[in-house]
């Protein structure tokens, strides 16, 4: 009976030992990385995963005076570096200045400061480029940008609208007529008036009492004569 006691006891023992054992195993044995990240890199954080690059202020077609602050997002996984800057609208030459450069991300936050009075009036356009461990990079553009330091700011000129009647309720549409000038009426023949006619009549007549008068003094003369000549 002691025996059968005695061997219970020491089966007890060695399950417990056992037990003991496989769990400390468990504890040391090193929890395997995911198939898609390779051995001895480190865990990024979460932000990294999903990449977000973006410029919130300034926004296109805005216009831009003196020191401009640039803020935006720039966190992107494998981030390497981080630079700002500009070049004239529509250059084709793909030359870019540069503003300034980071090391580090920036989650939601000032990107760096442009001085515009230190260059000329014109449009520009604002990059923001960041370098990733792989040698590619992104690329966030806002164009449109108007410096006006030293020229006045364009406004929109409004179209100018034609004024038009407005029709009272109840009342007839008005409309336009041509009221005709009277003609004008010839005055009548001023009584007094002497016409070429009438001098050439006035002419006749004259000549005529003239031609009377002659030949009537010519009968005296000759009356008398015949009556000398009687006597």
């Known amino acids: 009976m ?7 006891f020491i089966l ?10 496989a769990a400390r195993a468990q504890q040391e044995t090193p929890t395997p990385l995911p198939s898609d990240t390779p051995a ?7 932000q990294l995963e999903t990449p977000e690059l973006s ?21 992107v996984m494998g981030f390497v570096s981080a630079e700002v800057s500009f070049t ?27 001085n515009t009075s230190s260059i000329t009036d014109g449009d520009y356009d604002l990059r923001l480029r960041v370098l990733r461990e792989d040698g590619s990079h992104l690329d966030a553009v806002i164009s449109g940008l108007r410096v006006r330091n030293y020229t006045p700011i364009e406004t929109d000129t409004p179209t100018p609208v034609t004024p038009t009647a407005t029709q009272v309720p109840g ?37 005529l009492a003239v031609i009377g008068f002659f030949a009537l003094m010519g009968v005296y003369k000759l009356v008398n004569e015949i009556g000398n000549k009687e006597e």
Request: net charge negative; no cysteine; aromatic share 8%.
């Open 55 to 75: 410029i919130h202020s300034p926004l296109p077609g805005q216009v831009l005076q003196g020191s401009v602050t640039i803020s935006g997002k720039s966190v």
């Open 40 to 46: 001895g890199s480190p865990t990024l954080p979460r």
């Open 2 to 8: 002691q025996r059968i006691y005695l061997s219970l």
């Open 171 to 207: 009342e007839l549409p008005a409309t336009s007529t041509v009221t005709p000038l009277p003609s004008a009426t010839p005055l009548p023949t001023n009584p007094a008036e002497i016409t070429s006619q009438d001098i050439a009549w006035g002419l006749g007549k004259g000549a």
């Open 88 to 114: 004239y609208a529509g250059d084709q030459t793909g030359t870019w200045f540069l503003i300034g450069d980071a090391s580090d991300p920036v989650l939601d936050g000032t990107l760096g400061q442009w």
């Open 12 to 21: 007890i023992v060695l399950t417990f030992t056992f037990a003991a054992h």
